[in-house]
């Protein structure tokens, strides 16, 4: 419908389900239902009982993350009625990528607003003492150790042992390494660290995405299992001088930009192998959360992705708590994956639009910046991507100087990035480059073009047709790789809403381009 959207909608689902199944040791297990992603805010009765998260929620919030519940078999009945209440809002506080709020309405870049269960809801069995299926993996590839962060839920106090075991991938009944920790556990939930050394690992990369297998029990005092299984890779991504390293070897990012949007799982598939065919290795997936699945796929066939927190649209004490909240929800189950490379805190400064002005949201870049170079090495780090980066006494809070160039004037083209590697804050984005303290840009940090093009999109300018998009955009790759820039993310991979500029057919997955057209290493010979 046309105007303005109310202010909140609330939406209640109700279904039934017959008692599940358990299998033995009854006594052992108990049943948790899983939502995929849901909200904004989630409330959940199983027969007319309010459920707790198990992190203790009454009310579950955020939409681009799972959220489970533990079915107390006291309340569980032959016929079970579950009640659900989720209510969306416009408010502005919140993360909400690009999805419209009441400070950013639809059209051009902005678009609709959803809510409801947007991923699958099951029922499964599961232990009562058990390891929760979100693995951090920090691994040091220079002597093959890798750090293992696992969550122990356990309902029943006393001592277990946690056992490893690592085989390669695809699946190999050869252990490449195994190791057993033996504890007391209280009642809780804990995240402990284990280390295990694994001298033969191979390094994931894109050329060759080495998976490992990763088989994790934890066992009790008679014996009782849990089992979890998850796939890893060992890889080192940095950032020094003015180049990205992949396992200590510089590497240029030939990357796009990616919003699915509604896109169905066997469309993003298609999308993902028609971005390998363009010759990409990196996919920034823009603020938005997308089906888990995309990453275990990344993981399988080599290409690098850059993740973002969904920004919410105003600056404020509570916008910044729900943002950081979003973050942390997203790090817990995204930690494991070798393809996911690079972290971005804002974009363009939504949500952070006073960054120039206010010492407070700069602080909590700051800290939030510090939070994940300590807790999350394994990743770089961009505080607001594509202007207003936070220098603090001259050292950027970033680990990369990104910017967002726009134009379809070939000569202007040449023009901004002979002023971005040069050093020039101003006048090159839209927004200078860096806020706070003074920065003086000797090559000490990679430099990232993480916007440009969009040919096509009536904002942007540029050729409509498709065969002259192409030489053009060919032209604008070489200049990018005649200078010391590190890496590209060209605007965009599928066409959304009223951004009509995709480079791949949404549905199907077809090229509308030619093959290896973002390659730099192609372009140059060409």
């Known amino acids: 419908p046309e105007g303005d959207l109310p202010d909140q909608v609330i939406v209640w689902y ?52 799972s959220s489970s519940y533990e079915l107390d078999a006291n309340i569980l009945q032959a016929s079970n009625r579950l009640t659900v209440r989720i209510a969306e809002t416009m408010n502005a506080d919140i993360p909400r990528g690009k999805q419209q709020s009441n400070i950013y309405k639809r059209g051009g870049i902005w ?30 590839v220079e002597d093959r150790l890798v750090r293992f962060n696992l969550t122990l839920h356990i309902h029943d106090p006393g001592v277990y042992t946690v056992r490893l075991e690592v085989y390669p991938e695809p699946k190999s009944e050869n252990s490449l390494a195994s190791d057993s920790f033996s504890m007391h556990l209280d009642a809780g939930e804990r995240v402990q660290r284990f280390v295990l050394d694994i001298p033969q690992a191979k390094l994931w990369s894109n050329e060759r995405p080495q998976l490992y297998r990763l088989v994790a029990r934890l066992e009790d005092c008679e014996g009782y299992t849990s089992v979890i299984e998850t796939n890893f890779g060992l890889r080192k991504i940095e950032s020094r001088g003015s180049k990205i390293y992949l396992n200590s070897q510089p590497v240029y ?29 990196l996919i920034r997936i823009h603020i938005t959360g997308v089906d888990p699945r995309i990453y275990k796929l990344a993981d399988r066939i080599g290409l690098l992705l850059w993740v973002e927190v969904p920004s919410p649209h105003r600056s404020s004490q509570s916008s910044r708590k729900n943002h950081k909240q979003e973050l942390l929800r997203m790090l817990s189950l995204l930690e494991t994956h070798p393809s996911i490379v690079i972290w971005s805190l804002y974009n363009e400064g939504w949500g952070a639009q006073d960054l120039d002005s206010n010492p407070e949201t700069r602080q909590y870049i700051i800290d939030l910046y510090n939070f994940m170079r300590i807790n999350h090495p394994q990743f770089l780090v961009v505080d607001n991507d594509g202007w207003h980066h936070v220098s603090h006494e001259g050292r950027l809070k970033s680990d990369m100087l990104t910017a967002h160039l726009y134009t379809a004037d070939f000569e202007k083209w040449k023009m901004l990035l002979d002023r971005v590697v040069s050093g020039e804050m101003e006048g090159v984005a839209a927004q200078r480059l860096v806020v706070g303290d003074p920065f003086f840009y000797r090559q000490q940090l990679p430099i990232l073009i993480s916007e440009w093009g969009g040919f096509g999109f009536v904002d942007y300018g540029g050729p409509a047709d498709l065969k002259d998009r192409e030489e053009l955009i060919k032209l604008y790759k070489m200049e990018l790789r005649k200078r010391p820039i590190a890496g590209d993310v060209y605007t965009q991979a599928v066409s959304i809403e009223e951004e009509s500029n995709g480079l791949i057919e949404s549905a199907s997955g077809k090229l509308l381009v030619a093959e290896m057209l973002l390659n730099s290493q192609m372009t140059n010979h060409q």
């Open 111 to 140: 678009y609709q607003t959803y809510s409801g269960p947007v991923r699958s809801i099951w029922l499964e069995t599961i232990e009562r003492n058990r390891l929760r299926s979100r693995v951090g993996v920090v691994s040091i």
């Open 253 to 281: 990012l030939d990357g796009i930009l990616y919003q699915p949007g509604a896109s169905t799982y066997e469309q993003i598939r298609k999308h993902l192998f028609a971005i390998k065919k363009l010759g990409c290795n």
């Open 14 to 65: 109700e279904r039934e389900f017959p008692l599940p199944v358990q299998e033995n040791h009854s006594n052992k297990s108990m049943v948790q239902l899983t939502f995929g992603a849901c909200g904004y805010e989630t409330r959940i009765w199983l027969n007319g009982f309010p459920l707790k998260t198990i992190e203790d929620e009454l009310v579950h919030f955020g939409e681009y993350t």
